[in-house]
T-cell receptor, first 115, second 111 residues
Framework: SAVISQKPSRDICQRGTSLTIQCQVD?????MFWYRQQPGQSLTLIAT?????????ESGFVIDKFPISRPNLTFSTLTVSNMSPEDSSIYLC????????????FGQGTRLTVV | QKEVEQDPGPLSVPEGAIVSLNCTYS??????FMWYRQYSRKGPELLMY????GNKEDGRFTAQVDKSSKYISLFIRDSQPSDSATYLC???????????FGRGTSLIVHP
């Protein structure tokens, strides 16, 4: 199993600002993902973080709003840009087990509140 | 209709009860079925993982898949207060395909 450290664990931000969330894994992983978890809603995939190339975004999510970096096989960042109260949510980093994403591991999440 | 439907609860049971958590789905191509447990202020952790139909048992937990009815269940025997958490079902068409998650069911086991 992979151990994932995600920070910050929570933050309260002013609207219009940006927050960068970091995800550090204790081993090299191929598959790394960013999810959003809104209250009462299912986990929604934002994007797949690709090492050495641009992230692959899901429908409804764009790079300008959620830029992602993945400089190596153990680290990724997600930035939430130009925040509004609608961005208040839990953001989760996730990695697969080898090439298997059905056996996924998650970080503890970043609880973001935008005021 | 959502691909995966899961009642958010909360489901409140006394300690020692048998708990049944369920999900229905619409995509008949789903082959992999997972249950995750998420404690408050933590990330989800994989609890059970089943391929295709049938049952799988792990200690007090049993996962059941009925593909003909497009219905999966997680049973918890002898439930404990430490089982209080949100349980998310997830399913995928293949091992390397991103799973689709349910909304999660909040379970409260009271002493």
């Amino acid at each position: 199993s992979a151990v994932i450290s995600q920070k910050p664990s929570r933050d309260i931000c002013q609207r219009g600002t940006s927050l960068t969330i970091q995800c550090q894994v204790d081993s090299q992983v191929t598959m790394m993902f960013w999810y959003r978890q809104q209250p009462g809603q299912s986990l929604t995939l934002i994007a797949t973080a690709n090492q050495g190339s641009e992230a692959t975004y899901e429908s409804g999510f764009v790079i300008d709003k959620f830029p992602i970096s993945r400089p190596n096989l153990t680290f990724s960042t997600l930035t939430v840009s130009n925040m509004s109260p609608e961005d208040s949510s839990i953001y989760l980093c996730s990695v697969g087990s080898g090439m298997r994403v059905t056996e996924a591991f998650f970080g503890q999440g970043t609880r973001l509140t935008v005021v | 209709q959502k691909e995966v439907e899961q009642d958010p609860g909360p489901l409140s049971v006394p300690e020692g009860a048998i708990v049944s958590l369920n999900c229905t789905y619409s995509n008949s191509a789903f082959q992999y079925f997972m249950w995750y447990r998420q404690y408050s202020r933590k990330g989800p952790e994989l609890l059970m993982y089943t391929y295709s139909s049938g049952n799988k048992e792990d200690g007090r937990f049993t996962a059941q898949v009925d593909k003909s009815s497009k219905y999966i269940s997680l049973f918890i025997r002898d439930s404990q207060p430490s089982d209080s958490a949100t349980y998310l079902c997830a399913m995928s068409v293949g091992g390397s395909y991103i799973p689709t998650f349910g909304r999660g069911t909040s379970l409260i086991v009271h002493p």
